[in-house]
């Protein structure tokens, strides 16, 4: 078991780093229909057993022909072919008629659009200049036979079903979903739909949290409240950790006399850090509870979207097995409008909206007024989140990192 001292904030991106260098799982896979695979993560990689397209096609209503009898007008009109059905090879000097789609037959390289052909009788007169293969797919333009199709680690978007669905599969073998536990500790909360007391406050760390594990494809597991009590949070950890892949808590992290996770989970295993140099979300701590990872999130709930957008998002997707990208991610800068008067020794995280967009400006963006870690709308009134590195403030601010809640919450 290791303690930890009263140790000084741990920056962001050495948190961030060292809880990806610990992400390490060993999650059971299982196989299961394509049209279930979406923001599941992808166990094998795909070698694509065939090419895509499978024959040269036609990208045009119209004829095709080769591109030698374009002077040997006009031309007759040897078959028809549509979608789905089979050609035979073309008769020397004519034209088949082809649909979007359609296989181009043998003899053929080029395809003229129909509205560059005058129909005369059972021929037809080509009009316009042309060019070799053109208004053709060709066979393996999109994917070739034996070439990587998806790799191991994706986490399955709509267009990665259907770049596997093009290569004929129906099954796939996935990571089964991360069993993320849940726990919201505090005395004062109660759940949304009950009777609200003086002293008490309705949970909506329960619902934040669980939210965003469930659009990320996790499966989040509902631990409960636990009250302000050392006993009641030890039970609550110790159980929690041999249900679960990853523990998350809500509250109680901080030093104050009625905050029991960190001492809690000390007992139980070894924290890691557990003050973070990020604003809002200072009281954060990382660490394992009898081998199972654990993640404390402060209990204000912008605190909570802060720190789990941050850190817990990119450690939950790395245990659940996606893999990195190798370009990173997008990066968005815009100019802040209205940027903080006062420095923070910690970097900041400020709910903001964008004011406008333009390709001779870029983002302009404004932080929202009210940057209280308890106040939660501002959230759903701006667009995402503003980052002020530390020690900056005023007019030395030009261009900022902007976190898109569509990014964050995907």
Request: proline share 6%; aromatic share 4%; glycine share 8%.
């Amino acid at each position: 078991m290791k303690h930890i001292s009263d140790s000084p904030m741990k920056p962001v991106s050495e948190a961030l780093a060292y809880m990806l260098k610990h992400a390490k799982g060993d999650l059971a896979t299982e196989t299961i229909n394509l049209m279930q695979a979406h923001n599941r993560i992808l166990a094998q990689e795909q070698i694509a057993q065939m090419d895509v397209p499978p024959a040269d096609n036609s990208a045009m209503d119209g004829y095709a022909l080769n591109f030698h009898h374009l002077q040997q007008q006009p031309l007759e009109v040897s078959q028809r072919i549509a979608a789905g059905q089979v050609s035979v090879p073309l008769q020397s000097g004519t034209a088949a008629r082809v649909f979007t789609g359609a296989e181009i037959p043998a003899g053929a390289n080029l395809v003229i659009a129909q509205e560059d052909c005058e129909i005369q009788g059972t021929a037809i007169k080509i009009n316009g200049q042309h060019q070799l293969r053109q208004f053709i797919r060709r066979c393996g333009q999109d994917i070739t036979r034996g070439t990587l199709a998806c790799h191991r680690g994706t986490r399955l978007k709509a267009r990665h079903m259907g770049v596997l669905a093009s290569i004929g599969l129906a099954k796939i073998v996935v990571y089964r979903p991360l069993r993320v536990g849940i726990i919201c500790t505090g005395s004062e909360l109660i759940e949304p739909g009950q009777s609200l007391y003086p002293g008490q406050i309705y949970n909506s760390n329960r619902y934040l949290i669980t939210g965003l594990c469930a659009g990320l494809g996790f499966n989040p597991i509902d631990l409960g409240i636990v009250t302000d009590h050392f006993d009641t949070t030890l039970k609550a950890l110790k159980q929690a950790a041999a249900q679960v892949d990853v523990i998350i808590t809500s509250g109680g992290i901080s030093v104050g006399e009625e905050d029991h996770v960190k001492a809690a989970a000390q007992q139980l295993g070894q924290l890691e850090w557990w003050k973070l140099a990020s604003k809002p979300g200072k009281p954060m701590a990382f660490g394992h509870i009898q081998n199972t990872p654990f993640l404390g999130l402060p209990g204000n709930p912008a605190s909570v979207l802060v720190t789990f957008t941050i850190l817990a998002k990119p450690f939950l997707l790395a245990l659940q097995g996606q893999c990195t990208d190798p370009d990173g991610p997008v990066v968005l800068t815009g100019q802040l409008l209205n940027p903080p008067k006062q420095t923070s020794e910690r970097q900041q995280y400020l709910r903001a909206r964008v004011v406008s967009s333009t390709a001779a400006q870029g983002l302009q963006l404004k932080i929202l007024a009210d940057q209280s870690s308890a106040v939660l709308t501002t959230a759903i009134k701006g667009h995402g989140l503003v980052v002020i590195p530390p020690a900056q403030a005023g007019a030395e601010i030009k261009q900022v990192v902007f976190l898109p809640y569509s990014q964050l919450e995907c």
